[in-house]
């Protein structure tokens, strides 16, 4: 199958064109390159600096190429970022959307693959859910993690804002013009080719400035908690996605739930970092706890995450020194 891939130099959308391209897919790829690196690009596919909002530009790949399929990577997926600068995240990741599913309809796709986010879009959880909460309630409802598909969305940030607004878009698009869907709700995706100096992954980030020796720093208290999933895991999701004859949304993640304190000692113990990080205040739209059921994707798609969390970071900690050497 043809299938265009956005977001295709990124730290995800790279992985997702190397399992696709193995399972013996035909790709087409498209970036801004914004944050994505040509470096992560295959060189036997062809590829489109183009980006989301620029619609005649998208008019033109799929005129020429007339892909079969999407799977859509290519988002500003800052949160922090999101909350100071609205308008550009609704222009890119909305708009930007609406573009490829107008295309998608008159092109007649077969399959619109999404990424979307189980970490922001279902905002703010409970992580005392196994425990009685203060009010003496000991149920601990449908808003509490792990969350399943079904656990309200409530974001909290206009990242996750955007990404559910894009939901409600595909299903509009498949239940009026019969497009075929997988929207796949990320956990806190980490692995090789995260950038470590950007200001979203937290695991990149942590293991850059621990083998450089530099300061770090944790937002909040540490206790807060995530489901941290391999990147190699995820773009092993969106090849069965691709496959799949059912619609639906589906959550991915481990379903275990990991604070950043955990995460920032053991990666201190496998690069050797001996320095204590200074605590920074907690910043808006940021939410204390999320962790996700993956049940109804190892039923409909059978997947699960396979590599655990200490060899996912120690793969990660071997590409960051990697790549520092290299530079």
């Not at 990124?10 to 391209?21: E, T």
């Not at 040509?38 to 989301?52: M, S």
């Not at 092993?236 to 059912?246: C, E, G, I, W, Y």
């Amino acid at each position: 199958m043809k299938i265009l891939v956005t977001g295709a130099a990124g730290f995800i959308g790279s992985h997702v064109v190397h399992w696709l391209q193995h399972a013996g897919h035909e790709t087409v790829l498209l970036d801004n390159l914004q944050t994505g690196k040509r470096a992560n690009l295959p060189a036997d596919a062809p590829f489109y600096e183009v980006d989301l909002r620029d619609q005649a530009g998208l008019a033109e790949l799929f005129a020429v190429e007339r892909p079969q399929a999407l799977v859509h990577q290519a988002a500003l997926a800052n949160v922090r970022e999101s909350m100071k600068d609205p308008i550009t995240y609704a222009e890119v990741n909305i708009i930007g959307t609406l573009h490829l599913l107008e295309l998608a309809k008159e092109y007649g796709c077969c399959k619109f693959v999404f990424a979307s986010t189980g970490g922001a879009v279902y905002g703010e959880g409970d992580d005392r859910s196994e425990r009685e909460r203060e009010d003496g309630e000991t149920d601990p409802g449908p808003s509490t993690p792990p969350f399943t598909e079904k656990s309200p969305a409530m974001p909290m940030d206009n990242y996750g804002a955007n990404k559910l607004s894009c939901e409600h878009y595909i299903q509009l698009y498949s239940q009026n013009y019969g497009l075929p869907y997988v929207i796949l709700r990320y956990a806190n995706v980490y692995g090789p080719r995260q950038n470590i100096k950007g200001e979203a992954g937290v695991v990149a980030i942590f293991a850059g400035a621990m083998l450089a020796d530099q300061p770090t720093h944790i937002t909040g208290d540490g206790a807060q908690v995530r489901d941290f999933v391999f990147v190699e895991d995820v773009a092993r999701a969106n090849v069965l996605a691709v496959a799949t004859d059912a619609d639906g949304v589906y959550n991915l993640g481990t379903g275990q739930p990991t604070e950043i304190n955990t995460i920032y000692r053991l990666l201190s113990e496998l690069t050797g970092y001996r320095r204590r990080p200074d605590y920074l205040p907690r910043p808006a739209g940021e939410v204390r706890a999320t962790w996700l059921d993956s049940t109804k994707a190892g039923q409909e798609l059978g997947w699960e995450a396979e590599i655990d969390l200490r060899d996912g970071l120690r793969q990660t900690v071997e590409w960051v020194r990697t790549a520092a050497v290299r530079s």
